[in-house]
């Protein structure tokens, strides 16, 4: 069965660092999207991205991150200077572009530990 | 802004217990609902969802889940839970045009052999 994988699964990095964590979603999918969970709260959306562009994002996607899909497999989201807030679980999904079939499958997850 | 509330934050219960997850939205428009598990060290994944029609849906594992529209709720039934049922439970919920899900907090069932 097809799954949306991501690497790697634990990210150590000092503050203030770049980081890209790396996700390659479903092959015949079409819509992406980055989810947070920091430890003890929400699974938060961040951003979704289809055809090449952002299409919607949250207030916590600001400037630091940014999305790219650099090739035709993989999805990366890149966190430009961290700071320990941002130590978190980021999860990927993907779905077809069907709306009426919107599930949505999600990859095991990145710690991403910022110290 | 959608929302989504789920009052237990850990259920502990003994193996052939009944369960119940509760789990409330805040929308006022069509929403569509979905329960996933996350086993530990796995990904999420989906449980049960509903669109639209018969407000029962019956998802995997022997799961299921009821749409009470009045009550804003979309609770997570099982009638006899089972020691491999221990894992993390997030009621999501999409509303509208929008395409991302906002989940709830999430409530860990530790399931007693």
């Known amino acids: 069965e097809p799954e949306v994988t991501q690497t790697p699964s634990h990210q150590v990095t000092q503050m203030g660092q770049e980081v890209i964590l790396r996700c390659v979603p479903i092959?015949?999918?079409?819509?992406f999207y980055w989810y947070r969970q920091i430890l003890g709260q929400k699974v938060e959306f961040l951003v979704s991205f289809y055809n090449n562009e952002i299409s919607e994002k949250s207030e916590i996607f600001d400037d630091q991150f940014s999305v790219e899909r650099p090739d035709g497999s993989n999805f990366t989201l890149k966190i430009r200077s961290t700071k320990l807030e941002d130590s978190a679980m980021y999860f990927c999904a993907s779905d077809r572009e069907d709306l009426l079939y919107n599930e949505q499958f999600f990859g095991p997850g990145t710690r991403l530990t910022v110290l | 802004a959608q929302s989504v509330s789920q009052h237990n934050h850990h259920v502990i219960l003994s193996e052939a217990a009944s369960l119940e997850l509760g789990c409330n939205y805040s929308?006022?428009?069509?929403?569509?609902l979905f329960w996933y598990v996350q086993y530990p060290g796995q990904h999420l994944q989906l449980l049960l969802k509903?669109?639209?029609?018969?407000?029962l849906v019956k998802g995997i594992k022997g799961f299921e889940a009821e749409f009470i529209k009045s009550k804003f709720s979309f609770n997570l039934r099982k009638p006899s839970v089972q020691w491999s049922d221990t894992a993390e439970y997030f009621c999501?919920?999409?509303?509208?045009?929008?395409?991302?899900?906002?989940f709830g907090s999430g409530t860990q069932l530790t399931v007693l052999p």
């Open positions: 509903y669109f639209s029609g018969d407000p």
């Open positions: 092959s015949n999918h079409l819509y």
């Open positions: 999501a919920v999409k509303g509208g045009s929008a395409r991302q899900l906002t």
């Open positions: 929308y006022g428009g069509t929403v569509n």
